[in-house]
T-cell receptor, first 110, second 112 residues
């Protein structure tokens, strides 16, 4: 079967660092993506990990451990505009489809 | 702008009715995906098409159907609508297995 776990909510203050964890169980795992979605908006792509290790893109980094079926998104130097929902989404290579969970709602306070 | 176009943006209809949601993918993208997002819920995968063929199916109800046309645009048909079908329906497209989907702005369906 398939399962996906992320914390439902995380809060932090401006300038802080936040880590959003994701554990997954899927068949035919190919890679792990992260998406950001602001209220009322469309999900937007943040990062993708196909291999183990850390990928850095500006203030955001994403990590994957395939053997542990685990990944995380690290957000540094938090800004108010980072308040949004964040989704991890494992992909199944044979179909390229992404499975999203209920996401993690991040609230950044001044 | 993701390059993915969805119409209509908003739709209000009554229970028992049928609606069609339309999606135009980014130029050159062969894969189209449909997702449903209910209030405070995650994105539920419905169905994927690749170059006109159904490629993967998720938790799509039998009352729902979709297709992808030769020009690669896609339509999601929702019939015998129920109150619980009220949701934001997203279409996304991709050009390959990069983990990156480009989402449209969504079609907000309200069933009264």
């Amino acid at each position: 079967g398939q399962s996906l776990e992320q914390p439902s909510e995380v809060t932090a203050v401006e300038g802080a660092i936040v880590q959003i964890n994701c554990t997954y169980q899927t068949s035919g795992f190919y890679g792990l993506s992260w998406y950001q979605q602001h209220d009322g908006g469309a999900p937007t792509f943040l990062s993708y990990n196909a291999l183990d290790g850390l990928e850095e893109t500006g203030r955001f980094s994403s990590f994957l451990s395939r053997s542990d079926s685990y990944g995380y998104l690290l957000l540094q130097e938090l800004q108010m505009k980072d308040s949004a929902s964040y989704f991890c989404a494992p992909s199944m290579g044979n179909t390229d489809k992404l499975i999203f969970g209920t996401g993690t709602r991040l609230q950044v306070f001044p | 702008d993701s390059g993915v176009t969805q119409t209509p943006k908003h739709l209000i209809t009554a229970t028992g009715q049928r609606v069609t949601l339309r999606c135009s993918p980014r130029s050159g993208d062969l894969s189209v995906y449909w997702y449903q997002q209910s209030l405070d819920q995650g994105l539920q995968f419905l169905i994927q098409y690749y170059n006109g063929e159904e490629r993967a199916k998720g938790n799509i109800l039998e009352r729902f159907s979709a297709q992808q046309f030769p020009d690669l645009h896609s339509e999601l048909n929702l019939s015998s609508l129920e109150l619980g079908d009220s949701a934001l329906y997203f279409c996304a497209s991709s050009g390959g297995p990069t983990g990156e989907l480009f989402f449209g702005e969504g079609s907000r369906l309200t069933v009264l």
